[in-house]
């Protein structure tokens, strides 16, 4: 079977892996682990596109269920730190998740959740500020991503090697600038320049607005590759199980698109 292409480097990882370990036994020379008992291999089902999409509906409904929550129960004097701890956890996991390559529905729900807690508190911050506006946010985040799913869906956009390449590449590019304008932050009020404070007296320059644009089609074109790896794990008959790994791949970038769209619409209402 020819390899999986790792055209999304996370979810891309976890997917090759998984053909890698259904082809094992398919080897020259390879023992099978059947082939001796006068047992048959068991069965397993493989992924569907339908197990995808009720798993990332499932995650979604569990963020947003745990959203609410933290934004009716968190007191203020508590959600600094609250965001604190759900932001370092919730890294710590993600990189538990993708470089150990699990798919446990349990690991995944915890992320889901704690992603919750953390998107409660952000989206009450906002709306304090600007009324209505996570809403707008929520309708912009999913109109994007159906949106590119058309796009992915009528081949106008496809995750070509080089469009791979690209995506990845731009990707990597903004999340270091913010990395960068983290750190210059705690010796310079505002970084580099890329972003704005929250305050809706606060003037905004061009720059963060255009950053915050680039961020969003950089999110978006992800989804491209991440139903590209949908499409090619259900090509290749994964097991069932990998469907939680494409899930939590969607999650993830909505995640991502859904903060950065707040972001950009708190500029766009001073």
Request: charged content about 10%; some cysteine; aromatic content about 12%.
């Amino acid at each position: 079977m020819p390899e999986l292409k790792s055209s999304n480097g996370a979810l891309g990882r976890v997917l090759t892996g998984a053909a890698q370990d259904r082809n094992t036994y398919a080897q020259p020379g390879y023992p099978a682990p059947y082939g001796d008992t006068g047992y048959a291999a068991p069965q397993v089902r493989t992924m569907t596109v339908d197990d995808v999409v009720i798993r990332t509906v499932f995650l979604l409904a569990l963020t947003g269920i745990t959203g609410a929550v933290s934004w009716l129960f968190i007191p203020p004097a508590v959600q600094g730190l609250a965001l604190l701890a759900s932001g370092v956890i919730g890294l710590v996991l993600a990189l538990v998740i993708v470089f150990a390559q699990v798919t446990n529905p349990v690991v995944i729900s915890a992320y889901a959740v704690i992603q919750g807690v953390a998107a409660g508190v952000v989206s009450k911050f906002y709306e304090n500020l600007y009324d209505g506006i996570v809403l707008q946010a929520v309708v912009a985040t999913f109109g994007v991503f159906f949106a590119m799913a058309v796009l992915y869906k009528f081949r106008v956009l496809r995750a070509t090697p080089k469009f791979a390449r690209g995506v990845i590449g731009a990707l990597i590019g903004v999340v270091a600038l913010m990395l960068i304008n983290f750190v210059v932050g705690f010796f310079n009020d505002g970084g580099i320049g890329i972003r704005a404070s929250a305050d809706p007296s606060a003037k905004v320059s061009w720059l963060p607005i255009v950053f915050s644009l680039v961020v969003i089609v950089v999110a978006a074109l992800t989804f491209i590759l991440d139903f590209d790896q949908v499409e090619q794990g259900v090509r290749y008959g994964l097991p069932e199980k990998y469907a939680w790994a494409c899930a939590f791949g969607l999650l993830v970038g909505l995640i991502f698109l859904y903060y950065e769209v707040l972001r950009l619409l708190s500029y766009l209402r001073r």
